[in-house]
């Protein structure tokens, strides 16, 4: 898929912001572009502009080699077998220190269709199935509630490792197998000494997901245990194979509300509805399909989620900024900014409500211990991975999707929104320059969060025409989401930082 943005426009944009003219990185095409050249296309709002994606995907995950354990595969301890709710083997085993391995490959039980499988009758007008019994466009299909949806939905099982595409496994823990990625399928696949260990998925930015692999003689950890959790560090195998602990947020562009390394959002609700949804326009491209609706629905109930825990994070920000007696202009940057990201959330519930013809709007937002971490250290670390990285990433990502999109509302929508988060970028990059003129020694912090935010590049693929037509509507593919990101960090983001550090050193030094 080709990128339209124009990367080098909106590094001179955001570094004149900084008054840092002339200051940018490598502005060399990436291959995600259709043929030579870097397809830089300005934006159509302008080369300083920007946005927020409005996904709930998962792009700005980034990681770094933090360590882990002493470098030994260590064995399943106190191996427990997983039994079906039957009382059959599965052929996984737990341990006692960590995580499972797979000792063998089992036929699962299937257990469909379930007696008591019927969605709820409220959910009548707007489910795509009522029983199991309507799920047969795939093997072992379950008609229930979908994650972070409110209506129910088919999902496809598996009853042996056949079933699953790409040398995947199934696991056989529910009423029907589960397929899950793998590159082994039982220890017997791995060298001797060795398991077929469930470790985190290193594909995905998503977390806890399962990926089977086999352990090797360098790994450092062998779950997601012996990481630092709260620093967002997961047990993932690198280029070699071998499984580090490395910082894989669990994030999203923009500003996520993190806590303790986990990012918060409320829930989607429809009693919650309320005024969130606004005006839902009504009409629809005749072409969409019902599982287009449906993907459009969850999309921009995601992003109305995460800009909806924005408004909390950006209230955290500004309670921050006050705490350190921070600029007036930085203060009133962040107040702002809480009155726009309200009014992003109220345009993706809109959307939500407007695909998924129900009205969406969020549940209550946990925000517990927002406020335990009160040094500047935190704070402008906090500033990097959220603000000036995933801001960043979000505000290219939403112009990006804006070049792509067709549908009125949707670029109604994505017009405003990108306006704005390309300004909540800039105030992060403020708020850094800020600090680091106060405390140059927080020029190890900056970096450090630099390194550690760099997002991981999925391979691309020929886009299906569902994607090409559900991309009119705002929903770019993974792929080219997380090759922006990566550019963005490299060729953004890394060179306006390091010249501010380079700046604040300097000072220091004089």
Known sequence: MKTLVSFPALTLALAASLGMQGCGGDTKSNEDDEGAGSGGKTNTGGAATGGKTVTGGTASGGVSATGGTSAVARPCEDPQPVLDPEGNPTGYETCANGGGHRVSAEECAIRLPREDDACPAEDAEHRTCQTDADCSDGLYGTCAPQPQTLTCGCSYGCKTDADCAGGGVCLCFGVAGTCSPATCRTDADCEDGFECRAFQDPTTNLCDVTRFECQTAEDTCQHNADCDRSASEMCVSDATGAHRCRQMPCATPGRPFWIDGEVRTASASSSGAGDWAGEVIAALDSELSASDR???????????????????????????????????????????????????????????????????????????????????????QAAVREGCVGETVAAVQAAEAFEHARDPQVRAALEHIRRDEWEHAQLSFRFVRWALEVDPTLSAAVLDELRGSLPEVQGGAELSHAQRRRAEHGLLPEAHLTTIAARVHREIVSPLLSELVARACERAAA
Request: net charge negative; aromatic share 8%; proline share 2%.
């Open 294 to 380: 449906l993907a459009l629905r969850d999309y921009f109930s995601r992003a109305a989620l995460l800009e909806h825990a924005s408004v909390a994070a950006f209230a955290r920000f500004l309670l921050e900024l006050m705490h350190f007696g921070a600029p007036l202009e930085l203060v009133l940057g962040a107040h702002r900014a809480m009155g726009e990201e309200l009014r992003h959330a109220q345009a993706c519930f809109a959307l939500a409500s407007r695909y998924g013809a129900e009205r969406v709007g969020p549940g209550a937002l946990d925000v517990s211990g927002c406020l335990e971490h009160l040094t500047l250290a935190d704070v402008v």
